[in-house]
């Protein structure tokens, strides 16, 4: 690969590694250039993804026909633990904070991150911490099969495995809050001339909001899983989550759920922002009630502070309790829909054109709709102490993670793709990838739903012969929608080569600071020319000249 | 990290200054975990938590309370130090910044010798099991070791002394080493007067350390 | 390069239409969300129905919701798409109005939710009844979770007036339509005890019980307790959800739970039976509990707990309140008959002759090397006439007058000893002589079994008695439930006394009713008569439990002069599972 061509941020600064392609590997593994960092940390994201989907690939062809099939029940139990803590801790997490990394300096019109050698290290605390979790398999014993939840007794009675997936949980907590100590600093300090913070885009926005859940509930799993620790090394000594010696098992899951419950919003705040960056470029219209989408994001992530326990209703919590639970936890229903009614609002009359980020954006409005609809059901304690734990539960999630998060992934890397590699995606395959993503996710997800209604439970290595028709659709779904991911991959890795050179305002509407830096941007951003913030007033005609946020002269 | 400077838009302090809030904001959590299990295992319903003072007895707690006069008093020479650093007088900040080092050791050490008083004569269970070598049978030693020695109403009282006092304790060994890297500095004048924020920066989270040390010992040995 | 070129031309104007036939395809999964369908499996017991309708409740809310929000997304999409590249449309930045409008709304229908959440949860966590009566018993059942099984306990209580000992059971057996109060614990993980049908789901904690009660619907043919427990009917009271009781260990001594759990891992070679699952898997399994009148309703672990989580099925049996009282009764004296020689021979026995057979000279003669225990000798005594012997101790014809044995003579009338008295079955008797017989006390080791006693007992005059087989009921049992059965649901047609023509055919002297196989009985009931007879046969069998259409047949088939023979719980079973595979 020849590194001459490259431009931007992506051209060797040394003659070193103009010669060298592994000279210009160095270079980007010791950079502290945030562009680089968050293409590192999506290249990371991508591969554990992929890991991590191929485990959910074993997992839907151990069930695709009732029976034992491939595998034995022990190994079984693994997975659907493993399965999780690669995709939310080592894929959905990353692949944001790697996006973000990239596109956050450059919207608030900073040079780059408030401390960028910490950003490079919060990144390489990720592959050992990833390295850790997966060679749990290798170990004696083999990979803990407690689920991602790590319950105690049951994490405490684990072998081997067990250690090194806490270990590795415990690093990337702290790798996430070094990136959201990062991200705040930069935020509240790094804004550009006039960019006070009800101007920032609401994608900083969502990426504030997230760093301050980060900061506040990671550090609390930190604490839970060192109590475990503990008590898993020093039996003797330590009974946190011990009753014979006065502890108690429930105590660890409320110190869980207290950081789980955020994460959920960790995962899907940055979402929320990507998609009113996405919808307002490719409909022509500013984002409608930017102050109340930018308040119902603090909104969401204060009461995500305070619903925890609805994920531990049948675990014998006191009726008051669980009422006022599930109290806050409908209340979180409000904002976020406060959210969707916004976007639908600001397509409302607009000029919307179809290009695979939109796509993606509407397919993610389409289908996040159902998720959170079903997290509606579940909020009530006498459906939710009956679906808890079955397959219900694990159609919401994936509604939630995949129909949500990761559908907003992919609009945002095909948003700002052409930004990072300065040449455009090709729109065919990105289309083709669309539909498949969004059909089979149907396909895989819907079914379940009918699953949990009917009391198939969750984690199950076998099941009973009436589910057998609902479990192959599902697996055949869930083959496809994780094939069709390849699409997208060669789709982008070719188009770096293939693809048209692109402008600075790639997709002629983008408003935000990041379409003023030229693509791929220069390796301070702006090349020394700190812009100014000037808001685009798109009521006055769709004039070049005037559209284009500028750069100070 | 110094070299990215504040944008037009800043909060009006140094990025290092935030980051370090932000970092002491999820220090603080961390320990609200911790403290959060404890409070829950210990005003949980029949816990048959034990009186810490009768506990650690009179002098148990004296010797800690002098130990945390200790520690507020390093933070006190911490702010000297940086006013010190502030106003150019280096000699003096350097003097300062090893009294705010002493106090540290003389904390850790003190801890130390009550950690090793509790393990050898208060809990001696923890000691009598050996659980590197069986630590499948562990607890049930830990058990019959316990009943030997009369019984203890609360394992967990033991156990979160150790969780809640030791993580504490790395804290305060962290921030020697933090110190100590501020008084190289001076020493070797890379800190002056200009960049003195570096020693405020240390210094917050010198205090933060004592702060959280006063809601520990009051809620681990006073309460 | 733009791969999209290098497509047919059709492949690129059908993609769409092919893309949007899949897309329709999935509609039918759709339908499964569509509240009131039934799909929601919790209707077994009062508190499930009144989830079920509060889930379809949120659920109908929630497909409007659904489809206001995807009809304003496909409206937006077709009608604002871009027409042409200068479009500019108006740059709206927010609605105060719209804004408020849509908060207040949402706010209102999650207002409305809690509300109907909070009312169902409180009726269906709410203790339904405050103090326990005659009429209205109360059982309580803890429930231990351990790695990977269950195990209910039965603490020593009084239910419905009979008083039992505390006992344990591998299955949560219930009275039906009463109330169930469930204490769980676990003995090493966290585990969750799961009865979808009955809205059951409820943590197992170590340390600690969880409460939690319901109230099963059982079988509705022959229902001997009527009323359901609600909290609408009785008085409020909260219970304490979560109890700590400090002997939670000793309910769990390795006697009652073995400390090795007997789970053995599963591999890709081995296939493992599956206890329940077995049912439907491999080969039709009998249900212990079809001889009692009782629903069965699977039950789970719903909380992962290692390897064996998906292993964990327990049956939840709703009996009616006498199957239950027999249930308990069974389960103090353990079914089987006690057919081991040597234990019968030691409490009906040994008392006089001794352990080992030597007797106890002058009143009692030895049984080793006699000629009524040895054949060998070439006398006249039989091994029919130690049967005889056992049977009616000193009436038995070889006993009659005094008696000398190795020398000691014994006097007439001495053996007041009677098996056929003391109500052994065949089988019984059986054992005893062979016992009586074994070449070890120097006899002949001439062994005999139940039809030689049978033969023996009808020479003497009696009635064989053979030995009751597992999982039968005794005739008389069956007969009154049938009775009671037939003038419920059949009598109104075929008559009281089976006589109703001629337009209703007889039961009585019917050659169909005393001719026919279980099977096609089972199908008349079950299915009702097919539509080419004359008449019409409703399917009155249809919600009937397997006991039940034993009781009614067999009623049918004795009653009235007619003598074909009864009919077992589980002949009905095997005959429901030819028909369609299902059975009650």
């Known amino acids: 690969m020849s590194t001459t061509q490259a431009k931007g941020f992506l051209s060797p600064s040394t003659e070193k590694a103009e010669e060298s392609f592994l000279w210009y590997l160095k270079e980007w593994f010791c950079t502290t250039d945030a562009k680089r960092i968050g293409i590192m940390y999506m290249a990371f994201g991508v591969l554990m993804g992929i890991i991590g989907g191929a485990l959910s690939m074993l997992i839907r062809i151990e069930l695709m026909q009732a029976g034992p099939d491939i595998m034995s029940d022990t190994f079984y139990a693994t997975l659907p633990g493993m399965h999780a803590t690669l995709m939310i801790f080592f894929f959905i997490i990353p692949i944001f904070t790697g996006v973000a990394n990239f596109v956050v300096p450059l919207q608030i019109g900073a040079p780059d991150m408030a401390f960028p050698k910490l950003n490079l290290a919060g990144f390489w605390i990720l592959p050992p911490a990833g390295f850790m979790v997966l060679s749990a398999y290798l170990v004696p014993g083999g990979a803990p099969g407690f689920g991602w939840t790590g319950y105690p007794p049951l994490s405490v009675q684990a072998s081997m495995g067990a250690d090194l997936w806490i270990a590795g949980i415990i690093l990337v907590g702290t790798s996430s809050t070094m990136a959201a100590v990062n991200f705040l600093s930069t935020v509240f300090n790094m804004r550009c001339k006039n960019m006070t913070l009800f101007q920032m885009s609401l994608f900083t926005w969502s990426l504030v909001v997230t760093s301050f859940l980060i900061l506040a509930s990671t550090p609390v799993l930190t604490s839970a899983l060192m109590m475990l620790e503990l008590q898993r090394t020093f039996p003797a000594a330590f009974h946190f989550f011990d009753p014979a010696g006065g502890g108690d098992p429930i105590l660890y899951q409320h110190l869980f759920w207290f950081y789980s419950h955020p994460a959920v919003y960790i995962m899907i705040l940055p979402g929320f922002g990507l998609i009113s960056e996405v919808i307002p470029t490719f409909s022509r219209k500013p984002i409608f009630g930017y102050p109340v989408m930018a308040w119902s994001m603090i909104a969401i992530a204060v009461l995500g502070f305070v619903v925890w326990a609805h994920h531990m209703f049948t675990t014998g919590i006191a009726v008051e309790v669980r009422m006022a639970f599930m109290v806050l936890t409908m209340l979180i229903a409000v904002p976020t829909g406060i959210k969707i009614f916004s976007w639908l609002a600001t397509m409302w009359g607009g000029s919307l054109e179809f290009k695979t980020p939109m796509l993606f954006a509407l397919g993610f409005i389409a289908m996040f709709t159902i998720g959170g609809l079903s997290g509606v059901v579940l909020a009530s304690v006498p459906v939710d102490i009956q679906l808890h734990d079955t397959y219900y539960v694990v159609a919401h999630i994936h509604y939630v993670l995949v129909a949500g998060s990761v559908m907003t992934i992919w609009s945002g890397i095909y948003y700002w793709y052409p930004k990072m590699t300065g040449t455009m995606y090709n729109e065919f395959w990105g289309k083709v990838h669309f539909w498949l993503t969004t059909i089979f996710i149907n396909v895989t997800f819907f079914i379940q739903h009918y699953l949990g209604l009917q009391g198939m439970p969750r984690r199950y290595y076998d099941y009973a012969p009436q589910f057998e028709w609902a479990n192959t659709i599902s697996s055949v779904g869930s083959f496809i929608l994780f094939a069709a991911q390849f699409i997208a991959l060669v789709n982008l890795i070719v188009s770096i080569k293939t693809g048209d050179e692109v402008d600075k305002n790639v997709w002629g509407d983008g408003t935000q600071l990041e379409w003023a830096a030229k693509s791929p941007p220069a390796h301070h951003n702006f090349e020394g020319d700190m812009p100014v913030w000037e808001p685009v007033d798109r009521s006055h005609g769709h004039d070049d000249e005037q559209a284009q946020p500028s750069p100070a002269e | 990290m110094a070299d990215v400077e504040p944008g037009p838009e800043s909060l009006g302090v140094s990025n290092g200054k935030i980051g370090m809030w932000t970092f002491l904001v999820m220090d603080a959590m961390t320990f609200a975990g911790f403290l959060a299990g404890y409070a829950r295992l210990r005003w949980s319903p029949e816990s048959g938590w034990p009186n810490p003072i009768e506990t650690f007895g009179t002098l148990g707690i004296q010797v800690t309370a002098a130990n945390t006069f200790i520690l507020i008093c390093s933070s006190v020479s911490m702010v000297h130090a940086l006013a010190e650093a502030m106003n150019d007088n280096l000699e003096r900040a350097r003097t300062w910044m090893l009294v705010t080092i002493v106090g540290g050791l003389i904390f850790l050490g003190v801890q130390g010798f009550e950690w090793t008083h509790l393990i050898l004569d208060k809990w001696p269970y923890l000691m009598e099991v050996n659980w590197v070598a069986d630590p499948s049978g562990a607890l049930q030693a830990a058990m019959q070791s316990i009943e030997q020695h009369g019984g203890y109403d609360n394992l967990n009282f033991a156990a979160t002394f150790f969780n809640l006092t030791g993580f504490h304790g790395a804290h305060v060994a962290v921030g020697v080493m933090y110190n100590f890297v501020m008084y190289l500095g001076l020493r070797n004048g890379k800190i002056t007067g200009e960049n003195a924020e570096l020693i405020e920066i240390a210094g917050l989270y010198w205090h933060f350390v004592d702060l959280i040390w006063i809601l520990v010992f009051t809620f681990v040995y006073l309460i | ?584």
Not at chain 3, 71 to 79: A, H, S
Not at chain 3, 161 to 171: H, I, V
Not at chain 3, 180 to 204: C, F, M, N, Q, W
Not at chain 3, 427 to 435: G, P
Request: hydrophobic letters at 35%; proline letters at 6%; a negative charge.
């Open chain 3, 1 to 584: 390069m733009r791969l999209n070129t290098y497509l047919p031309h059709r492949v690129r104007k059908y993609l769409p239409l092919a893309l949007t036939v899949v897309g329709l395809l999935m509609i039918p999964t759709l339908a499964w969300a569509i509240p009131g369908s039934g799909e929601f499996v919790s209707g077994a017991s009062a508190g499930g129905e009144k989830i079920t309708q509060l889930y379809n409740t949120i659920a109908k809310i929630c497909l409007g919701i659904l489809i206001v929000v995807e009809g304003i997304l496909l409206f937006v999409i077709i009608k604002f798409r871009r027409t042409s590249e200068d479009e500019q449309p108006e740059a709206v930045h927010g609605n105060l109005q719209l804004e408020v409008g849509w908060t207040l709304a949402a706010l209102l229908i999650q207002i409305f939710i809690g509300w109907k959440s909070v009312d169902v949860m409180f009726d269906v966590e709410t203790d339904p009844t405050t103090v326990k009566s005659e009429s209205n018993p109360e059982l309580l059942v803890e429930a231990i979770a351990w790695q990977w099984d269950w195990k209910f306990r039965y603490p020593s209580q009084t239910f419905n007036g009979e008083e039992f000992e505390t006992f344990t059971s591998d299955d949560l057996v219930v009275p039906s339509n009463t109330k169930v109060e469930l204490d769980v614990t676990s003995r090493d993980v966290l585990h969750s005890l799961y009865v979808p049908a009955l809205g059951v789901k409820i943590d197992a904690v170590p340390g600690r019980f969880n409460y939690w009660w319901f109230s099963a619907e059982g079988p509705t043919a022959l229902p001997d307790v009527g009323e359901k427990a609600t909290r609408k009917e009785n008085p409020r009271s909260q219970k304490k959800l979560v109890t700590t009781r400090s002997d939670v260990p000793d309910l769990m001594p390795d006697t009652i739970l073995p400390t090795e759990s007997p789970y053995t891992e599963t591999t890709e070679s081995g296939y493992q039976q599956v206890d329940y699952l077995g049912e439907s898997r491999a080969t039709p399994e009998q249900s212990p509990y079809q001889k009692y009148n009782a629903i069965e309703y699977v039950g789970m672990c719903t909380e992962l707990c290692g390897k064996g989580h998906w292993d964990m099925y327990f049956r939840t049996v709703a009996m009616t309140r006498s199957s239950f009282a027999d249930w308990i009764e069974d389960k103090k004296n353990p079914g089987a008959v006690e057919t081991n020689g040597k234990k019968l021979y030691a409490s009906e026995c040994q008392t006089c002759h001794g352990e080992q057979g030597k007797g106890n000279p002058p009143s009692y003669p030895p049984l080793r090397n006699t000629k009524w225990t040895n054949d060998k000798e070439g006398d006249d005594i039989t091994v029919e006439d130690h049967i005889e012997i056992v049977l009616m101790g000193s009436n038995a014809e070889s006993l009659k007058g005094p008696t000398t044995v190795k020398g000691v003579t014994y006097g007439g009338d001495a053996m007041t000893y009677s098996g056929q008295n003391s109500g052994l079955y065949d089988e019984q008797v059986a054992a005893i002589v062979n016992h009586e017989r074994q070449k070890s006390w120097n006899n002949d080791g001439v062994t005999v079994n139940a039809e030689d006693v049978a033969k023996v007992r009808k020479d003497l005059g009696f009635e064989p008695k053979p030995a009751p087989k597992p999982g039968q009921i005794a005739q008389d049992k069956l007969m009154t439930e049938g009775e009671k059965l037939y003038s419920g649901s059949c009598a109104s047609c075929h008559g009281e006394d089976g006589k109703n023509g001629p337009e209703v055919p007889n039961v009585a002297g019917s050659g169909a009713v005393i001719g026919g196989s279980a099977k096609s009985l089972v199908k008349t009931l079950v299915q009702g008569q097919d539509t080419d007879a004359p008449g019409f046969q409703p399917p009155v069998g249809r919600n009937m439990t397997n006991r039940e259409l034993a009781a009614v047949l067999t009623y049918i088939r004795q009653s009235w002069g007619n003598e074909a023979s009864p009919i077992q719980p589980g002949e009905v079973q095997k005959a429901r599972q030819q028909l369609d595979g299902s059975s009650r």
